[in-house]
């Protein structure tokens, strides 16, 4: 069917040069239907090839369509009406059918011609009709076959083609893509590359690969894929990503794809997707990135999106629980996706929109022109792009966009979500509870949700915990308090073991309930000491055998602890419990908050100092676990009377503390970075800092938060200084601890309003995704060190010069509380 075109047909202009090259002219020329059926199916194929060739569109040329028509209506070898399919097919002409020629004659077909008729099938009429009738009897034929014979059955080409169909055409869970892969199977050594390729995207299309078979597939195209081309690389990389193979083949090849000449928008962005998707090292992805930007504003907008997806979706696949996704955060990628935003939003569909949001939400990049275009409601969307647009929405605080959608004619309104999955429904709930004012309940959605919860099937050990996490905290912003009890009890049915996030979102839900029954029984589920939290408990029968019940002894013992097993705990100990208890000596706090207890080291400290003028410190830890072996290392040291430990995440926990709370005097922020503004947010618009109140945070430069730390260098309610200090630990890692002094509650949602520079937003893009590595697993004390010397030259290059103090500095800079003013 491929054969080279003959020079002086490649000359031709027009459909009448080509038949009168092959012999047709004047009346004969104008009677097709008085040819023969094989000078007919001649004709069409050497007109198909010349079409193929010179790319004149024939499709609609009345010549053309009277012999298509005249082809129909002559009975047609099988051979000839191969050839007459092929013709149809590569010139896409439409109307024409050949499936009632074949009808009933399979039988008169060899195996390799079905293959062919398959492949032409795909750009036929009605191409599923045909094609599942040539897949049940080239199923029947090959399986009918291998009694006899031991080796393959079909070639390597036709079971390609035959695959390439069935994706094609979307014909799903049929058996004939198992007797393919067997035939492939036995011949994947002698493979061409550009078949396995083919065959390596129909099965991944299909989501119908055994993961042995792709991956020995795999293997052998990487094997035989040194002198293919762009398409064949990039459709072998997009089947290994689709169905999350191992990412080191898929990386290898993405790295030949690379090389290639003239990559084509659609293959940049299919590569770039999946990068992602297979979780490659960064800087790979960084090359694609670079060459993607180039051409960014001339891809299409489902390109484009793609692009942003990748991006955003970058690292979702880590290793612990813990962690989530950090993306891939460009300054200039983002700024050329507002432009074409502002241009080109009303040709958006619901799925371009959701991408982009999507990226846009996990990158904390607000855009109004992509909210305008979300809260438009004539926009056809799914559900599942309801669920993500709300989530992204919600993310980005833009509550009106919110009201929007769930106006009467809005996305949310005209929903059906009855189909959707349990992480779909999560984001559904914890968006629309989020920015939903509880005066304005979502009506028929809110019913949905809650009846989802009530009539879930038993959830299995493996359930998405993130989700589940995510739905609990929306039903009780939803008011959904009856759910919210039933996802808990059902949860703790199904004997799953309980993440931190989801324990502690129970726990803390529970307390708000006064629900303690549901918080014994979620305390009563967990470990007492599972194995990530080895290091702690041991820490804990540490204490308490060499420290004797007094608060100096367990921080010694602590201490020791650390120096004699050589292990390093995340604890504000060394220059930063100087620093701490330097504050503390001069301010002299009545009352104290800690975000961030971990274990209870700094809580001790804290609580030590100010038992002497019968302070007290309020401690906030979201991991349950840690919260118990806290409260243990409290009562030892004899503080239980001073320290209360809050358990949960700050964001439910800050508003329901400092309700009706007397403020406090000294706070401490020892959590992740990222939520130190939010946080110190949360504090201040519920009134729960006092006159001239102290704000410690720990970590400011390493891994650093950047967007808090330029916040209070602003000009504002806050005078902040910055000490520089080692880090707690033998390898005592360079690190910056900001101390601020709050002047006033005047101009202070104006002072958080003011967004910071794109350099520092990229910064703190940068200091999470540190973060989230360190989590995810090791960083050297070397990479800790380079990561904050180019922290601290970044700050100063983005304008953020703190005023830099020492330890002893802070008696006289912080004077005027001296002698305790606040109590
Ligand atoms: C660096 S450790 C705190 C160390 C402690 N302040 C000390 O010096 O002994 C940080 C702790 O904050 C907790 N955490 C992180 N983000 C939090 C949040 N948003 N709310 C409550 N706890 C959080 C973590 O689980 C972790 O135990």
Redesign the pocket.
């Known amino acids: 069917m491929h054969r080279r075109v003959p020079g002086h047909l490649l000359q031709c202009t027009n459909v009448s040069e080509v038949l009168d090259f092959l012999g047709f002219r004047g009346a004969r020329a104008a009677n097709p239907s008085r040819w023969s059926a094989e000078e007919l199916a001649r004709v069409l194929h050497a007109l198909a090839r010349w079409q193929r060739h010179s790319q004149t569109p024939m499709a609609e040329d009345p010549q053309w369509l009277l012999i298509t028509s005249a082809a129909q209506n002559v009975h047609l070898e099988p051979q000839p009406l191969v050839s007459v399919a092929w013709a149809l097919a590569t010139t896409a002409t439409r109307g024409v059918t050949i499936r009632r020629a074949v009808h009933g004659r399979l039988k008169e077909f060899q195996l390799k011609d079905l293959a062919r008729l398959a492949w032409c099938s795909v750009e036929l009429e009605r191409p599923e009709v045909m094609l599942i009738t040539l897949a049940d009897e080239v199923t029947h034929r090959v399986t009918g076959a291998r009694g006899a014979r031991t080796g393959p059955i079909l070639s390597v080409l036709d079971a390609s083609q035959m695959a390439w169909a069935m994706a094609r055409t979307l014909v799903e869970s049929h058996p004939l893509m198992g007797v393919l892969q067997e035939e492939l199977s036995l011949q994947l050594t002698s493979c061409d590359a550009r078949h396995l390729s083919n065959s390596l995207w129909s099965f991944a299309k299909l989501a119908c690969a055994d993961p042995p078979f792709f991956h020995r597939a795999a293997l052998a195209f990487a094997a035989s894929c040194a002198k293919t081309g762009a398409q064949e690389l990039t459709n072998c990389v997009w089947a290994l990503a689709a169905v999350s193979h191992r990412a080191d083949v898929g990386e290898d090849l993405i790295m030949q794809a690379k090389a290639q000449p003239q990559l084509s928008h659609q293959q940049l962005a299919n590569l770039l997707w999946s990068a992602a998707r297979l979780s490659c090292g960064r800087d790979l992805f960084a090359d694609l990135l670079g060459l993607c930007k180039k051409q960014i504003l001339d891809m299409s907008l489902v390109q484009l999106s793609a692009v942003a997806w990748a991006c955003a979706a970058l690292g979702g696949r880590s290793r612990s629980a813990q962690t989530k996704r950090s993306g891939y955060r460009d300054s200039e990628l983002l700024q050329k996706l507002e432009l074409v935003v502002a241009n080109r939003h009303a040709e958006f569909t619901g799925r371009i929109l959701t991408n982009l949001l999507w990226a846009f939400a996990t990158f904390s990049q607000a855009s109004p022109a992509l909210a305008a275009a979300a809260g438009r409601g004539g926009l056809a969307m799914t559900a599942q792009e309801v669920s993500v647009a709300v989530w992204a929405l919600a993310t980005l605080e833009e509550a009106d966009t919110l009201r929007e959608m769930q106006s009467p004619q809005g996305a949310v309104s005209s929903g059906s979500f009855e189909a959707l999955q349990l992480h779909e429904v999560a984001s559904l709930a914890w968006g629309l509870g989020s920015a939903t004012p509880k005066t304005n309940p979502v009506g028929a959605v809110r019913t949905f949700i809650r009846r989802y919860v009530f009539e879930m099937p038993t959830l299995p050990a493996s359930a998405d915990q993130r989700a589940l996490a995510m739905l609990a905290r929306g039903l009780l912003k939803l008011d959904l308090q009856d759910a919210f009890a039933s996802l808990l009890d059902r949860t703790l049915l199904a004997k799953i073991d309980l993440a ?1 996030d989801l324990a502690s979102a129970f726990i803390s839900g529970s307390v708000q309930l006064a629900d303690l029954e549901r918080e014994q029984a979620v305390w009563a589920s967990l470990p007492h000491a599972p194995p990530r939290a080895w290091r702690e408990a041991e820490l804990l029968r540490f204490v308490r055998r060499w420290a004797a019940g007094r608060a100096a002894e367990v921080l010694v013992a602590a201490e020791d602890f650390c120096a004699s097993r050589k292990v390093w ?5 060394g220059q ?1 419990a100087d620093l701490l208890e330097a504050v503390v000596r001069v301010i002299q706090p009545r009352r104290v908050l ?10 001790v ?1 804290l609580g030590s100092a100010v038992r002497s003028w019968h302070g007290e410190v309020w ?5 349950p676990i ?1 919260a118990r072996l806290a409260r243990q290392v409290v009562e030892h040291a004899g503080l239980s009377e001073v320290v209360k430990i809050w358990v ?4 439910e ?1 800050l508003p329901r503390m400092t309700r009706g709370a007397t403020p406090f005097d000294l706070v ?1 922020f ?3 970075g990222s ?1 130190f503004l939010k ?1 110190l947010q949360l504090l201040t618009r519920s009134g729960a800092l006092s006159p001239g109140a102290v704000l410690v945070a ?2 400011v430069l390493k891994p650093g938060a950047p967007k808090f730390l330029w916040q209070m260098v602003e000009p504002g309610p806050w005078r902040s200084a910055v000490v520089e200090l080692k880090d707690f630990g033998p390898c005592g890692v360079l690190d910056w601890m900001s101390v601020s002094r709050w002047e006033g509650a005047e101009a202070v949602e104006r002072h958080f309003e003011s967004e910071a520079p794109e350099l520092v937003r990229q910064l703190e893009w940068q200091a999470d995704e540190m973060r989230w590595r360190s989590i995810d697993g090791h960083v050297s004390p070397a990479e800790w060190d380079q990561f904050a010397v180019r922290m601290k030259d970044s700050f100063f290059a983005a304008g953020l010069h703190p005023d830099m103090k020492k330890i002893e500095d802070l008696d006289s800079w912080l004077g005027d509380h001296k002698h305790g003013r606040l109590r």
Do not use: I, T
């Open positions: 931190p705990l995340k604890v504000a100990g930063k800690e975000v961030g207890c971990y274990v209870g080291y700094s809580a400290r401690s906030v830890e979201m991991d840690y949960g995440h700050s964001e926990v401490f020892d959590q992740r939520r946080d720990d970590n």
